[in-house]
């Protein structure tokens, strides 16, 4: 999975992380003190055991790790939602009639959760995080890898980040985790 994106004037890759790329990581900083110590002291342990896969984003012309995520496979499940009505009234103008009834039967719903992503504190507020979650966006809907209908993440429950996945669509799973260290969010991945 490597896909090359035009954004202003960053020409960035997206591809998995290589055990190569492993040795950059030390001088990587996303200025979030929490999400730097993960990357490097336990990211490549929690790939080694398949906890997630890790992915990077490289400016092409330096050939330099710009911003880091994970994926792994995860479910939005309708007993955690604060109303299971809003939720199937939310994704009746996304889901086919003919899908419809199906769906609302549903108790949980494949997902992709999108973990960790920090993008390098010099790369911030440049368009490099919108890139990642379209990447992610079009990979799991036009690849037949396995079913997904949603994309999960982890918000670190501080304004900014809960605000950058907002304005991109996420919405709040729950308004349980509210005074919580992280925000669970859903954003759809179109059905049609």
């Known amino acids: 999975m490597v896909e090359q994106i035009q954004s202003s004037d960053i020409d960035i890759r997206i ?20 999400l ?5 002291d ?3 342990l929690c790939v080694k ?12 012309q330096k050939n330099e790790i710009i911003a880091l995520f994970t994926l792994a496979n995860d479910t ?3 007993g955690l939602l604060e109303d299971k009505g809003d939720f199937i009234d939310e994704m009746k103008g996304i889901i086919d009639d003919e899908y419809a009834e199906t769906f609302e039967r549903q108790t949980s719903f494949p997902a992709v959760n999108i973990g960790h992503l920090g993008v390098r504190a010099d790369y911030q507020s440049k368009g490099i995080g919108r890139q990642i ?6 990979t799991f809907s036009h690849y037949d890898i396995s079913g997904c209908q949603f994309i999960t993440v982890d918000s670190l429950n501080n304004p900014r980040t809960n605000k950058f996945y907002l304005n991109n669509g996420f919405v709040n799973q729950t308004n ?14 179109s059905f049609i």
């Open 15 to 34: 591809e998995k992380l290589s055990e190569k790329d492993y040795n950059q990581l030390t001088s990587f900083s996303c200025g979030c003190d929490e």
């Open 36 to 40: 730097d110590k993960f990357f490097h």
């Open 42 to 44: 336990e990211l490549e």
């Open 49 to 60: 055991y398949k906890y997630f896969s890790s992915y990077c984003a490289k400016d092409t």
């Open 76 to 78: 939005v499940v309708i």
């Open 133 to 138: 979650i379209d990447f992610v966006l079009y």
């Open 176 to 189: 349980s985790d509210m005074n919580s260290d992280t925000r669970r969010m859903y954003l759809p991945i």
